[in-house]
């Protein structure tokens, strides 16, 4: 992601990779569009991610790496908060994860 924005002028300011999902805090050059960057940034990942994990193909068959929609907001005055957002995001996710775990199990099973 970082290799592919680099050559689009684009600056990754905060990222992080989630199980099922990416956050990323850009800077992207006024002369690119979003959808622009977008649709090169999921084009081209998913074809370099299918070259160096050739098993995901069978997974995703029709090489559908990526959801079709996306995000997208302006930061402004909020870029440090939403640096941080995306800081701790993955903690929250994990959190939430195992707070769901818990919800789904028996309680009457005891612990084991």
């Not at 689009?8 to 050059?29: F, N, Q, R, W």
């Not at 790496?65 to 402004?76: E, I, K, P, Q």
Request: hydrophobic share 35%; with cysteine.
């Amino acid at each position: 992601m970082r290799q592919l924005s680099e050559w689009k002028g684009v600056k990754i300011v905060e990222a992080e990779v989630c199980p099922d999902h990416i956050h990323m805090l850009v800077e992207i050059p006024p002369k690119m569009s979003v959808a622009g960057y977008i649709g090169f940034l999921k084009g081209k990942s998913s074809l370099m991610i299918f070259q160096r994990h050739g098993n995901l193909k069978y997974k995703y068959g029709n090489r559908s790496f990526w959801c079709r929609g996306y995000y997208v907001d302006t930061a402004g005055k909020n870029t440090k908060k939403i640096a941080e957002y995306i800081q701790n995001q993955l903690k929250e996710d994990q959190l939430t994860d195992q707070m769901t775990l818990k919800e789904y199990m028996d309680p009457l099973a005891g612990n084991k």
